[in-house]
Structure formats: structure tokens, C-alpha cells
């Protein structure tokens, strides 16, 4: 009779423990303002689910909408001005 063995390391609660890294967290703290405006655009779009919307959640949908736009156009721009130039 044979044995049948995992062909992958054993995981370990061990191994689970990791903290993210000075990095990973400057990364997040970094896409944060983004994060809150769509939660801001989820939560106006999700205030018309059970109802018909009327003109205040209309604008409330479209401020938070251009509000998210803003912030990954300056983000965008943020990314573009601090990478290396290539090829210069």
C-alpha cells in the first residue's frame, strides 16, 4: 500500500501570524481618501435600493461619483510625477 503525502509545505498557524510591512501599510494609508469616497458612493447608492430615488439621492450619487473620479485622477497623477522617466 502506498502513502499518500502533501506535495506543499504543511500550513501552519505559524506561518498566518505575518504583519503587513512598513510598505504594505504606506500603501494603504496612501489609497485610504479612495477607499472612503466609494464606500460614500456605495452607501448614497445604496440608500435607493428599496426606493425610488428622489432628487437629493441623485445629487448625493453624482457628488460622491465625481468625488471618487477626483480622487483616482489625483492619484493617477501622483503615481505618474513620482515614477522614473524611461528612455530619457
Known amino acids: 500500500m502506498k502513502t499518500i503525502a502533501a506535495l506543499q509545505a504543511l500550513v501552519t498557524a505559524e506561518s498566518l501570524d505575518l504583519e503587513p510591512t512598513t ?3 504606506d500603501a494603504i494609508e496612501h489609497e ?3 477607499v472612503r469616497a466609494e464606500v460614500e458612493l456605495l452607501d ?3 440608500m435607493t435600493i428599496d426606493r425610488p430615488a428622489n432628487e437629493l439621492d441623485e445629487r448625493r450619487i453624482r ?3 465625481r468625488k471618487v473620479l ?3 485622477r489625483a492619484l493617477a497623477n501622483k503615481a505618474t510625477a513620482q515614477a522614473p522617466e524611461v528612455g530619457a
Open 23 to 25: 510598505a504594505e501599510l
Open 32 to 34: 485610504m481618501p479612495l
Open 44 to 46: 448614497a447608492q445604496i
Open 63 to 65: 457628488r460622491a461619483g
Open 70 to 72: 477626483a480622487i483616482r
